[in-house]
Every structure is written in structure tokens, then in C-alpha cells.
């Protein structure tokens, strides 16, 4: 019986391969006719929306997608065809910050011209995303099923982002371009971009040039201020932000190798793990003013390369014992009475904070911030939960605002085994983290109501010690749009049913096609004959 109801369930909802789910979807029963559909801005002038026009029009010219449960379906009778796609917008600002809406409605008749209505150019983004995927290919007659079509649609989060460390390993900026499609595809609208650690450090700098310099792996893996702005605005085109982090005090060894003054426990061997969470350790020296002052100049520089309203200071995994071990850690001490290395932390974490304040950012930290330390952020700071589930209700009842990362549900890196080659287990965050598993995760668990809008965002990280571009898709997708979805369209439909992996494999299928055929490398997620024959692969 099991079984029978699910295949009902599966079979009902064939037609509607949507993802992430819209918050209102009506249809009817007309089949139309979509061979060249033209897509017309009506009352704007915005560069951005006319180059998402173009873009769509470029990728819904190329693409001929038949959902894999229809490939045995005969072209159907039409009773109608589709005109001109008809876009319009309140307004042709292009700010794009967490306040910035991507609400849309999208209406699609039973025959003559669509609408696609928003209040902002990237709210029309969104919108001609989900009317490319309402396109359906079947003997290669393309068609637009369940018409009249009413769709009214708008996120659930105002952060949806993936988290990159390209540090660890690089990734060429023809790559990340690559990816900042595909998360277009699914409507997640934030890179957090790890762009420097322990490492190296790829990224260009004015101020200190010695960094990458010194700090890259080659002069052919390193980001220019070119590459940063062109990243910068390819996001920007796809509405979607980019979130820098420059991690610190910890995870600094590479500053190190140009400023050994500035930085403590430099790559301590052979206990490196007395010392630090991965190898190579060395930390900002918290007892020198140098050190304060070069992370200062830092953020000074790098806020305004980076145009977004948020920067991400890091301030995860510091190690107490590398400052306590440290001679001149221990000199200061001895000559100030009343201090510590807790009170040098905040000390250091208040004037790192007091700068990306004084360039008028908002600050993003890691929550060991927040709950490893005396320090007391400003209350507008964005806390990155990632140690604990628990993290994102205990952040939002200090009155903080959180972006759900926990490592349980949304690291994608897990599942790979140690990669110490003198250890031969699991990593600390295994086992792999299954696309059912990320979609099961509830990021509003034990927040109240009242608290619930404090948890303003969802974010899946891929660390990079086992990933570099030959593995890259294949990490992020499609257990990434499983995340998107949630952060899009919440856990559960217009009636309060909790949606189930069970329920929207089919949908997940279509996305998966559909994102390879786009040059995607996703990730199969079953089978092609369990794709084929929706609800035949359930466990009874």
C-alpha cells in the first residue's frame, strides 16, 4: 500500500519538475505549444535584467530538456501557443544586499503572452529561471504542460549561499564562474568565498604584495584585483553576492612566511595537533600590536575591493596553547597584570570588529566568536553556526542573527575518509553527507516563533583538503540544490505538510538532468532506469 500511494504521489506531480518549489503554484490542465518563445523587457532600462534576458534566451534557445520519467511519451496535442514572455519591473535598481527582493509572479496562459511581474531585476532573474524550467521537450516538440500556469513566488531566506575555500586548494576563475552558474540554476544567491588560509594565499594585495608573492602556490594560481572584480560582477549579473572571508587570528601560518614576527607557532612539528586543527599552526600574535595593525590594514584594504555590505573575519579554531607557548605572549603577560590570553582575544577580536565597523560593513564571524570567547560582538554581526545544531537556536536567543552551516548536515567535504596518510580511518566529519540527509535538515529547530526570523540564512560549505577543479561539481551538486530548496521554499508546502526526499526525488531528478545538460557534472543520484520509473526504487 506503501508503495501504491507513493507512485500516486510521484505520478500527480510528473509534470511539475520546478526547483527549488514555488510558494504558489496553480495549474490547469491545456498543453501549449513553446518552440521560440521571446522574452521582452517591458518598462526597463536595466543592463543586468537585459543581460539575464539575453542569457535565458541564449539558454532556453540551446535546451531541449525531457524530464527522464517522459522519455517514453508521444508528443503531446496542443491547444494553444505561447507568445512573447513579458517582463516588468517596479524598479532598475541593481542593489543587491540581504535586503533586496527576489519576490516575482509568473503568469503563463493557455495561449498568447506570459507575464512575468517583480519589484526588483533580480526578483526577474528568479522568475526567468523557473519559466526556463517550465519548458518541456518531448519528441522534440517543445511545449509548456498544466496551463493556465500561476506561479507567485519569493524565498523563505534572504541568505541561500555555498561557502568555497580555495585556499587549501585552487580553483581557476573560469571555475568559479562556472559555479556561479550553476547556483543560479537554483537559486542560491550567495558565495562565501574562503578566499585565504593556513595554505597559501592567492589573492592579490596592495598593501602587502609579499603575500601572494610569497604565499601562493604559483603565479598561475593566484587571484588578481581583475579576477576579484570580474568574479565580483559575474555574481552580481546572476544576482548573487559575494561574502569574503579572511579568516583570523587563526589560520595564519602563511602570513608567516612573509611576517614571522607577526605570527606565533609557526608550523609546529611534529605535534602540529597541540597546536592547531589541521596542519601547517601559526596564529596572529595577539600580544603585538604589529600584529593588530597589519590585520587592520588588511581590512581596510580588502573592504573595498570587495563591494558586498557583509565581511567575514573568521575567528574559528584558535588554539589557546600556540599564544601560551609563545615567548612574547608570555613576556606580556608578566609586564600587565591584568591580562590574559581571553582578554588579549577580545582585545584583538574588538579592534578587528571596530574596522570592518568603521568601513561601514557588516561583521560575520564564525561562532566560536560568539561562544568561545569574553568577546561581546556588535549585535548586527551575522554568526556562521557550524560546531552544533544547537548553535542556531543558542545564537538567535543571545538576539543574534544565524547562518545555518552545521557540519552534521552541510559539509560537503565529509564522507572521504582521513586525508593523513598516516591514519587510516574516518574523517572528523564523516560519514558523507547524503542530498536526503541535507534536505532533511531543519534550520528552525527549537527557535521559537518570535526568534525564527533571526535565522536569516542557510549555508553548505566544501572545504578544500580533498577537492580541488577535477572534483568540484561533483561535491557541490546536487547535494547543494538540496540545501537550495530549503532555504528557498522552507521544509514544508502552502498546507503545512513537511516535504520528504520520498516526495521530491522525481523534481531532484529533473534538476539533475537538467543541470547536465547546462554542463553541470552533477552527481547521479539513482540509477537512469529508477529515474525512468518514478517510486519503483523505494525501500518497502
Same mark, same amino acid.
Given at each position: ?48 535584467? %537585459? ?25 503531446? +496535442? ?54 526556463? /524550467? ?19 513566488? /519569493? ?30 540554476? %537554483? ?6 568565498? !574562503?578566499?585565504?588560509?593556513? @595554505? ?21 594560481? /593566484? ?12 555574481? +552580481? ?45 601559526? @596564529? ?27 565581511? !567575514? ?14 615567548? &612574547? ?6 609586564? !600587565? ?21 568603521? +568601513? ?40 543574534? $542573527? ?43 529547530? %527549537? ?18 583538503? @580533498?577537492? &580541488? ?27 503545512? !505538510? ?19 545538460? $547546462? ?22
Amino acid at each position: 500500500m506503501k508503495v501504491a500511494l507513493s507512485l500516486l504521489g510521484f505520478l500527480s506531480c510528473a509534470a511539475a519538475g520546478l526547483w527549488p518549489y514555488p510558494a504558489v503554484y496553480d495549474t490547469s490542465n491545456a498543453t501549449i505549444a513553446a518552440d521560440r518563445p521571446l522574452i521582452v523587457a517591458m518598462n526597463s532600462y536595466s543592463p543586468l535584467l %537585459n543581460g539575464a534576458i539575453s542569457r535565458y534566451t541564449d539558454i532556453i534557445a540551446k535546451e531541449r530538456f525531457t524530464p527522464p520519467a517522459d522519455y517514453k511519451l508521444k508528443a503531446p +496535442q496542443t491547444s494553444g501557443e505561447l507568445g512573447r514572455l513579458l517582463v516588468e519591473v517596479e524598479s532598475d535598481s541593481e542593489d543587491l544586499n540581504m535586503e533586496t527582493d527576489e519576490s516575482y509572479t509568473l503568469d503563463i496562459p493557455a495561449g498568447g503572452d506570459a507575464s512575468l511581474k517583480a519589484k526588483t531585476v533580480y526578483g526577474a532573474m528568479r522568475g526567468l529561471e523557473t519559466f526556463s /524550467q517550465l519548458l518541456d521537450t518531448l519528441e522534440g516538440k517543445r511545449v509548456i504542460r498544466d496551463t493556465p500556469v500561476h506561479i507567485k513566488d /519569493q524565498p523563505v531566506l534572504a541568505h541561500r549561499g555555498i561557502s568555497l575555500d580555495t585556499s587549501r586548494n585552487y580553483y581557476p576563475v573560469s571555475l568559479l564562474k562556472h559555479t556561479l552558474d550553476a547556483m543560479s540554476y %537554483n537559486k542560491i544567491n550567495v558565495l562565501h568565498w !574562503h578566499i585565504v588560509d593556513a @595554505q597559501s594565499w592567492p589573492v592579490e594585495s596592495k598593501t602587502y604584495p609579499e603575500l601572494q608573492q610569497n604565499g601562493a602556490y604559483g603565479k598561475d594560481m /593566484q587571484y588578481s584585483y581583475s579576477d576579484v572584480r570580474d568574479i565580483i560582477s559575474y555574481g +552580481q549579473e546572476r544576482g548573487i553576492r559575494i561574502i569574503p572571508e579572511f579568516d583570523m587570528p587563526g589560520h595564519m601560518y602563511i602570513v608567516g612566511e612573509t611576517f614571522p614576527k607577526i605570527v606565533s607557532c609557526m608550523d609546529k612539528q611534529p605535534n602540529w595537533d597541540k597546536y592547531a586543527a589541521e596542519p601547517p599552526s601559526g @596564529q596572529l600574535n595577539i600580544a603585538k600590536t604589529d600584529a593588530s595593525d597589519f590585520a587592520i590594514k588588511l581590512i581596510n584594504e580588502y573592504t573595498k575591493l570587495f563591494t558586498d555590505e557583509v565581511f !567575514h573575519l573568521g575567528g574559528d579554531e584558535v588554539n589557546r596553547n600556540c599564544w601560551e607557548e609563545d615567548p &612574547d605572549v608570555k613576556e606580556y603577560l608578566k609586564t !600587565h597584570n591584568n591580562a590574559t590570553v581571553e582578554t588579549l582575544l577580545s582585545d584583538f577580536y574588538t579592534k578587528v570588529h571596530g574596522a570592518v565597523k568603521n +568601513q561601514k560593513k557588516i561583521g560575520m564571524s564564525w561562532e566560536e566568536t560568539l561562544f568561545h570567547s569574553e568577546y561581546v560582538p556588535p549585535k548586527d554581526t551575522l554568526i556562521q553556526t557550524w560546531i552544533d545544531e544547537q548553535s542556531i537556536p543558542k545564537t538567535v536567543q543571545k538576539g543574534y $542573527r544565524s547562518i545555518a552551516s552545521p557540519a552534521s548536515a552541510y559539509y560537503l567535504d565529509c564522507g572521504h575518509g582521513a586525508w593523513l596518510p598516516n591514519f587510516d580511518g574516518n574523517s572528523w566529519c564523516d560519514p558523507y553527507k547524503t542530498w536526503q540527509h541535507i534536505y532533511k535538515f531543519n534550520p528552525w529547530a %527549537n527557535v521559537t516563533e518570535a526568534e525564527r526570523k533571526l535565522v536569516v540564512g542557510a549555508e553548505v560549505a566544501l572545504w578544500s583538503e @580533498q577537492s &580541488d577543479e577535477t572534483s568540484l561539481d561533483n561535491y557541490l551538486w546536487p547535494r547543494s540544490a538540496a540545501m537550495a530548496e530549503i532555504a528557498w521554499s522552507g521544509r514544508t508546502d502552502s498546507k503545512g !505538510h513537511v516535504r520528504t526526499p520520498e516526495e521530491v526525488v522525481q523534481r531532484m531528478h529533473d534538476q539533475r538532468f537538467r543541470m547536465v545538460g $547546462r554542463g553541470v557534472n552533477a552527481e547521479p543520484l539513482q540509477p537512469l532506469w529508477c529515474a525512468r520509473n518514478p517510486g519503483h526504487c523505494l525501500l518497502p
